[in-house]
């Protein structure tokens, strides 16, 4: 191995480390580097894309849904979606049927950015965050549970839940929330307004959250099937009456 000799060594690390500079301020600026040559000029740089910071709503408040349906299965791997039906049952909001009784749901996604109501359960949609995936697939689960006050507090396991019990229970699943929350709690958590795939609607008295376009709530309010306890529903016509809480970031 052949040893160059120190200053020559040092000699070229102080050309190395100065002598692109000017052509480097060149470039930047459009102009001429120090050896007369032209520099080349950097083309403009592509504005941001705009973050799209509205709410995803519902435009109808029809929640019947016929599109296509997918499933991600246990491996993680996305499919077409093949109810089974059971035999006799009836899906009072239209859509494709789903055995809402069964033990564990399946974890449904829709394309797009709205949430979808596939026979009792919600679909996640497709280009949603997956904390909001893993909230809508958590709910799914309790739903069809009977209403029991206080359900969801002690435990975030529970044979029924209340309002707030519903909500922390959803949160918890798209690990949001980490102790559950009664609704006057959530009238002070998260971010103040509207957020852009959840938003938490709550009084001293009541509590239910929006999810990407459904709301998943205890209450039949604005509900045309007037199913007590945790379900997926129509958005309301009108939240007054509540603190609207989000998330931060979602």
Partial sequence: MRVRPLSLFLSSVVVACVVPAEPALAELTGGTS??????????PA?????????PVTARSASIAYSGPVYQRTASGEVVPYTPLTPAGSVNPSGGIAVGVAAATKPQLLVPGSRARY??????APMS????????????DQIIGLPYIFGGGHGSFESPGYDCSGTVSYALHGGRLL???ADSSEFMHWGSHGLGRWVTIFSNPGHAYVDV???????SAADDPTRQQGPRWRPL???NGGYTVRHPLGY
């Fill in 46 to 54: 592509k504005p941001a894309p705009a973050i799209r910071t509205s």
């Fill in 128 to 139: 949603a965050p997956p904390a909001v995936a893993e909230i809508v697939w958590a709910a």
């Fill in 178 to 180: 980490s102790v559950p």
């Fill in 236 to 238: 309301r016509r009108n």
């Fill in 34 to 43: 120090a050896t007369g040559t032209a520099a080349p000029v950097s083309a």
């Fill in 118 to 123: 596939v026979g009792g359960l919600a679909a």
């Fill in 212 to 218: 990407a376009g459904l709301r998943l709530d205890t």
